[in-house]
């Protein structure tokens, strides 16, 4: 499976963004689906995830409330639903997927997730 991200660009604090994870295989509605960022000079992080049919959502702390993630499996696509954005959500965002044994306490953990797309550039500015 190949995953393609897309929706990033440059928006003011307050301001919204959906971003796309495009897979390219049907076998996407088979894994969880993840959201991870990587803001500029540092480490990658997790932002969300969601079970591979649904239901089940895992939020980082500093986006609960803002951001929300889902899926259509017939399309094999995922989203992040970005509201009310903040300089601080400024990063290159990741699309990744894991396998559906993933633990809850893995869900959250980056090297869980071994398929990846290649990032979308979020800019937030104030």
């Known amino acids: 499976v190949q995953l393609q991200a897309s929706g990033g660009g440059l928006v003011q604090a307050g301001d919204s963004l959906r971003l796309t994870c495009a897979a390219s295989?049907?076998?996407?509605?088979?894994?969880?689906l993840g959201w991870f960022r990587q803001p500029p000079g540092k480490e990658r992080e997790f932002v969300a995830a969601l079970r591979r049919r649904g239901g089940t959502t895992y939020y980082a702390d500093s986006v609960k409330g803002r951001f929300t993630i889902s899926r259509d499996n017939t399309k094999a696509t995922g989203y992040l639903q970005m509201n009310n954005l903040k300089p601080e959500d400024t990063a290159v965002y990741y699309c990744?997927?894991?396998?559906?044994?993933?633990?809850?306490?893995?869900?959250?953990?980056?090297?869980?997730?071994?398929?990846w797309g290649q990032g979308t550039l979020v800019t937030v500015s104030s």
């Open positions: 295989e049907q076998s996407f509605g088979t894994y969880n």
């Open positions: 990744a997927l894991s396998p559906q044994s993933t633990i809850t306490s893995d869900m959250r953990s980056v090297w869980r997730y071994n398929i």
